[in-house]
């Protein structure tokens, strides 16, 4: 089983830019598909990107298409997410999650580890 632990959220201004990192403990790291997904207040989780063990596809949800790019370091075992041209809509606490490869990288169940969250807030 892997842990994963965010960092990287904050408060940013409309347009602004922040990039999340999702560090991973455990040996069987460079088998997990690595996803984020987000939840808004009062919303459900939604996806946001995923890139698969060995970074040999990447996924985007609509709203993250050209403006989030992500990534992974399999040396530091760690996923980022750059997001740029943030908005207000993109506010929320933002979840990376894994499970060994295989699954829908887009639904939040199929996923077996999960991170605590990181808020990130977009001001108008």
């Known amino acids: 089983q892997v842990q994963l632990v965010e960092s990287g959220g904050g408060l940013v201004q409309s347009g602004g830019s922040l990039r999340l990192s999702c560090a991973a403990s455990?040996?069987?790291?460079?088998?997990?598909?690595i996803a984020w997904f987000r939840q808004a207040p009062g919303k459900e989780r939604e996806f946001v990107a995923a890139?698969?063990?060995?970074?040999?596809?990447?996924y985007y949800a609509d709203s993250a298409k050209g403006r989030f790019t992500v990534s992974r370091d399999t040396a530091k075992k760690t996923v980022y997410l750059q997001m740029n041209s943030l908005g207000p809509e993109d506010t929320g606490v933002y979840y990376c999650?894994?499970?060994?490869?295989?699954?829908?990288?887009?639904?939040?169940?199929?996923?077996?580890?999960w991170g605590q969250g990181t808020q990130v807030t977009v001001s108008s």
């Open positions: 890139i698969l063990s060995g970074g040999v596809g990447q």
């Open positions: 999650a894994g499970r060994y490869i295989g699954g829908a990288y887009y639904v939040p169940s199929s996923f077996t580890s």
């Open positions: 455990g040996r069987t790291f460079s088998t997990y598909n």
